[in-house]
């Protein structure tokens, strides 16, 4: 199976931050790495899939980079609904994977 | 509007099976082109891709649960179904179906249910 780390495991940010959270797979996807948004209570949605291509109706200040092994999931500027779990997933091999998960808060 | 909405039993009894029922809207699971997806979340941990199943009623499945779960379709009603056998208090969490593409470009899952919290205690 691939194994997919995310760090940190959870950050604080004030509103207008640049967020960075870090996605590792244990082999190489290329660019088959997705990212997901879970508020509680809630399903989880996707935001960025391909590794860099923005769902639709997802807020522009959300942007997707990487490929091979390492990739980026970056909020350009915080914003209170911003505040939930981001995971990442791949899609390369089967089993399809998960990420353990980055918790967001807002300051 | 693609919609998904689970149903079955929030109960279930150790050693019994769990069964779940996706019924799909707003789109026709034998136009084919997507794969019908479970995946669960366990309490306090991430989450889980169980398997999936093309209208074809091919299936693919995590090996980790395979030998457990059972994935079907009916696609006369529209739906999927996921049985998984001898259940334990370590199952318990909460069942989402959801839709994932078949073309590489379009296999994130783009579509979920609103999930269906499943108990498994005597």
């Known amino acids: 199976d691939i194994q997919l780390t995310q760090s940190p495991s959870s950050l604080s940010a004030s509103i207008g931050d640049r967020v960075t959270i870090t996605c590792r797979a244990s082999?190489?996807?290329?660019?088959?790495l997705n990212w997901y948004q879970q508020k509680p209570g809630q399903a989880p949605k996707v935001l960025i899939y391909a590794a860099s291509n923005l769902q639709s109706g997802v807020p522009s200040r959300f942007g997707g980079s990487g490929f091979g092994t390492d990739f980026t999931l970056t909020i350009s500027s915080l914003q209170p609904e911003d505040s939930a779990t981001y995971y990442c997933q791949q899609s390369h091999s089967i089993p399809r994977t998960f990420g353990p998960g980055t918790k967001v808060d807002i300051k | 509007q693609v919609q998904l909405q689970e149903s079955g039993p929030g109960l279930v009894k150790p050693s019994q099976t769990l069964s779940l029922t996706c019924a799909v809207s707003g789109a026709s699971i034998s136009s084919g082109g997507y794969y019908w997806t479970w995946i669960r979340q366990l309490p306090g941990k991430g989450l889980e891709w169980i398997g999936y199943?093309?209208?074809?009623?091919?299936?693919y499945y995590n090996p980790s649960l395979k030998s457990r779960s059972t994935i079907s379709v009916d696609t006369s009603k529209n739906q999927f179904s996921l049985k998984m056998t001898s259940v334990t208090a370590a199952d318990t969490g909460v069942y989402y179906c959801?839709?994932?593409?078949?073309?590489?470009?379009?296999?994130?899952?783009?579509?979920w249910g609103q999930g269906a919290r499943v108990s498994v205690s005597s």
């Open positions: 199943i093309y209208y074809t009623g091919n299936t």
């Open positions: 082999q190489t996807i290329n660019d088959f």
């Open positions: 959801a839709r994932a593409g078949v073309m590489a470009i379009q296999s994130h899952f783009d579509y």
